[in-house]
């Protein structure tokens, strides 16, 4: 019985920690319409599902 818990906790961990790294990789590498919530890569201007102007973020100044 211990060790199906210690089992269950680890993918738990495993699941959540991948996950986390997911969403952070996402973070870095996409913005999000404000309009549609379409995933558009960082280079784009436009959003590809409904053409609104994407924020553009700018690098912070050393």
């Known amino acids: 019985m211990r ?3 210690l089992d269950v ?3 738990i961990a495993i699941l959540g920690g991948s996950a986390v790294i ?3 990789f996402a973070r ?3 913005v999000t319409c404000p309009r549609c919530r379409t995933l558009n890569a960082r280079r784009r201007t436009q959003c590809r599902n409904c053409g609104n102007p994407l924020p553009t973020r ?3 100044s050393p």
């Open 22 to 24: 997911t969403h952070l």
């Open 28 to 30: 870095a590498m996409y």
């Open 3 to 5: 060790e199906t818990l």
């Open 58 to 60: 700018t690098a912070p």
């Open 9 to 11: 906790a680890l993918v």
